[in-house]
């Protein structure tokens, strides 16, 4: 039964073969007419009619304007649609959308056709280009033309619904394209990119086999650009063997190791130091300053630096604040200098770059500030400031720094083991002798 399904979705999908290899015909009053019913769907319908006071080549120049805002490529719209596959199925495809879905086709609904149209720079969506390509994927994937084979069983529910299944899944995927569009926030240079994630969130979705369009509808659209990169990354790892448990356990064995690693890389660069700018109580940047941590680690070493200068030895640094003085680690808005400046939009900006350190002073507590050159400089000061206080390295940079070490020392560790299938559990132990009672006798020589 279920190949004779198959079957049937294969000759229903055939009756499309000739629309798609047949290309469109210039001299064809019909097929003329049907793309000025496509151009009137989408501007006229908006109170952008061409006028019949215009003369004949303005209303031309106008009609070919219009065909470009369509996405076309060539003013004479004929020649995007000469290509076969997908031929004039490309055409009805775009009819069907703009006569069934005029809410999502045109401006006042979804304004999928000339959201972005009408502005004049790269990151427009062109819809006729889309529904060219998006009629050739499609075909491509439900194996329109194809012959039958004897033994195959593969069929969706969905297409036994409705008569027009293939122009309606048309208009869900065109909907769908607008949508991976903006999530990845695409200029036309990036077409082939935002159709190749297309082409994987409807394989994936029809892999399911939805017994409806509309769970269709659902599915593809649960199945966000996101979604995508991660399914990709998890199946890369898979693909490298990298979740097996005995890989996982290898990984949490390798941690400690390489997180000595990192913690040993952050007290060396601040042993190298950083310059950092002071902020007065003006609100303006007027000052470098320099700070490093001695070779010893035991003391932190700092002054002020002429600006243009090179960094100071650490001999002529005058202030040292010894690292056993140190009481705790501050950042973000938790830091004096920053609470001190109020909530303006430029102190904003600076949250996620101050950092302090309180220490002892005397009987009073003191605070040394910092506002870090950059989001890496604030990482790395942080993470080594930690270290020194005996405390976790939980920012950012830490856990890229630490997958990226993690990854690189497993594939060597696994360098010999190349196309060896890793074992999901470990071969059993075999039991121990009955009895201990053997020796090897080394005076004993062999014949």
């Known amino acids: 039964m279920a190949h004779h399904l198959y079957v049937l979705q294969a000759l229903m999908l055939g009756l499309l073969e000739p629309r798609m290899r047949t290309p469109l015909d210039p001299y064809s009053q019909e097929q003329r007419e049907q793309l000025q019913a496509l151009r009137q769907a989408a501007f006229e319908s908006e109170g952008e009619s061409l006028g019949t006071g215009l003369s004949a080549d303005r209303r031309r120049s106008l009609c070919a304007r219009e065909f470009r805002k369509l996405g076309f490529s060539n003013s004479n719209p004929a020649q995007d649609l000469e290509r076969v596959p997908p031929g004039l199925l490309a055409l009805d495809n775009m009819l069907y959308f703009s006569r069934h879905a005029p809410s999502a086709y045109s401006r006042v609904g979804n304004r999928l056709v000339l959201e972005n149209s009408s502005r004049e720079d790269k990151h427009e969506c062109p819809f006729a280009r889309s529904s060219v390509q998006l009629t050739v994927l499609l075909c491509e994937l439900l194996r329109v033309g194809e012959p039958c084979s004897e033994t195959a069983q593969d069929f969706s529910p969905m297409f036994f619904g409705q008569d027009q299944s293939f122009h309606e899944l048309f208009c869900v995927s065109i909907q769908l394209l607008n949508k991976t569009w903006k999530e990845m926030r695409a200029t036309q240079e990036d077409f082939d990119k935002v159709m190749q994630v297309v082409r994987e969130q409807l394989a994936r979705t029809l892999a399911l086999k939805p017994s409806s369009l509309e769970l269709f509808r659902t599915k593809v659209n649960a199945l966000p650009y996101g979604e995508v990169l991660r399914l990709r990354q998890t199946e890369r790892l898979h693909q490298e063997g990298t979740l097996a448990p005995p890989i996982l356990e290898l990984r949490e064995k390798l941690k400690p190791e390489l997180m000595g690693l990192i913690r040993q890389q952050r007290l060396l660069r601040l042993c190298e130091g950083t310059l950092f700018r002071k902020i007065s109580s003006r609100r303006r940047q007027d000052k470098l300053w320099f700070c490093c941590l001695s070779p010893n680690h035991k003391m932190l070493q700092y002054g002020d630096v002429e600006e243009g200068a090179s960094p100071p030895t650490l001999e002529s640094l005058p202030e040292q604040l010894p690292v056993a003085d140190i009481k705790a680690l501050l950042t973000g808005k938790d830091c004096p200098h920053v609470r001190e400046k109020g909530s303006g939009k430029q102190n904003k900006d600076l949250y996620e770059l101050a950092f302090s350190i309180s220490y002892d002073h005397g009987e009073a507590e003191a605070y040394l500030n ?78």
């Open 370 to 447: 910092f506002i870090a050159p950059s989001k890496r400089e604030f990482h790395l000061w942080t993470d080594g400031l930690s270290a020194l206080l005996g405390g976790p390295m939980g920012s950012e940079q830490t856990r890229l720094d630490l997958e990226q070490l993690l990854t690189m020392e497993t594939k060597l560790r696994l360098l010999e083991l190349e196309n060896v299938p890793i074992p999901e559990q470990p071969p059993p132990i075999p039991p121990p002798p009955t009895n201990f009672n053997f020796c090897y006798d080394c005076s004993i020589t062999e014949p």
